[in-house]
C-alpha cells in the first residue's frame, strides 16, 4: 500500500519533467517555423524544415496524452487517499505522499511526536489496505492496479506479476481497470521477453473489451506497432 500511495509524488515529478520537455519541443518548433522565412518554397532545405516541423507535432502530441494519462493516475490516487475518514490519519498520508513532506515535518504541523505520527500513519495505511483488497469496490481495484504498476516501473516483475494476476483472477466488476490490469500484463510478458504472449493479451482485450474508453484503445495499437 505505501508503495501505491509512493507513486503520488513520482508521477506529479514526471508531469513536470514532461511539461519542461513539451516548452523545449514548442521552443524548437518556433525557431523552425521561423526559419521558413526566405526558403523557396519547394526546396531541399524547406522539406527538411518542414518535415522536423511535423516530427516536433507529432513529439509534442505524445506528451498531450501522457502528461494527461499522468493526470487521470494523480487523480485517481488523490481520491483514494480521501476515501479516509476525515482526521489526522488522513492528513499524515496527505501530508507525506500528496504534499512530500518528512515525518518531522509533519510533527511540526500538527503539533504530535513522532510516535504518535508513526502511528497515524500506520492507522491510515491499515485503512486503506483493507479497502485494496475489495475489488468490487472502484478504489480497491486501482489500488491493485498501481501497486502492480509500481513494482513494474521498479523493475520487480514478479512482484508486478503476482499482483495483477490476483488483481484479474479476482473477477473485478471494474472493467476498465481490468482492461488496464491486461496492459500491465502484456507489459509485464514484453519485458520478459514473452511477446507472442504479451500481443495475444492485447488482441483479446481490443476484440472483447466492452468499453469505449478511447485510451484503453490507443495503449493497446502503440503496443502493437
Known amino acids: 500500500m505505501k508503495e501505491t500511495l509512493s507513486n503520488y509524488r513520482y508521477l506529479f515529478d514526471e508531469i513536470k519533467a514532461w511539461m519542461i520537455h513539451r516548452e523545449e519541443i514548442l521552443t ?22 518542414e518535415t522536423w516541423a511535423v516530427k516536433l507535432a507529432e513529439v509534442d502530441d505524445e506528451i498531450d496524452k501522457r502528461v ?42 500538527l503539533r504530535y511526536s513522532e510516535r504518535q505520527v508513526y502511528r497515524l ?10 479497502l485494496a483488497q475489495d475489488v468490487s469496490d472502484i478504489h480497491g481495484a486501482k489500488s491493485a492496479y498501481y501497486l502492480g504498476q509500481h513494482y513494474y516501473d521498479n523493475n520487480k516483475l514478479g512482484d508486478a506479476r503476482k499482483t495483477i494476476e490476483t488483481f484479474i483472477e479476482a473477477n473485478t466488476p471494474h ?5 488496464r490490469g491486461f496492459i500491465l500484463l502484456s507489459d509485464i510478458n514484453r519485458r520478459e ?28 495499437d502503440e503496443r502493437l506497432k
Open 175 to 179: 472493467q476498465y481497470w481490468l482492461a
Open 121 to 130: 500513519h500506520r492507522i491510515g495505511i491499515e485503512f486503506l489496505s483493507k
Open 68 to 109: 494527461d494519462m499522468i493526470s487521470k493516475h494523480l487523480t485517481s490516487l488523490t481520491d483514494y487517499i480521501y476515501r479516509l475518514p476525515p482526521g489526522n490519519a488522513r492528513n499524515v498520508l496527505i501530508y507525506h505522499y500528496i504534499d512530500g513532506l518528512k515525518f518531522s515535518e509533519i510533527c511540526v504541523e
Open 193 to 220: 521477453g514473452k511477446t507472442f504472449e504479451a500481443d495475444e493479451y492485447l488482441k483479446t482485450i481490443k476484440e472483447n473489451y466492452p468499453g469505449t474508453e478511447a485510451d484503453i484503445f490507443r495503449m493497446i
Open 28 to 49: 524548437m518548433a518556433t525557431k523552425i517555423t521561423a526559419s521558413l522565412n526566405g526558403i523557396p518554397s519547394g526546396s531541399a532545405e524547406s522539406r527538411k524544415v
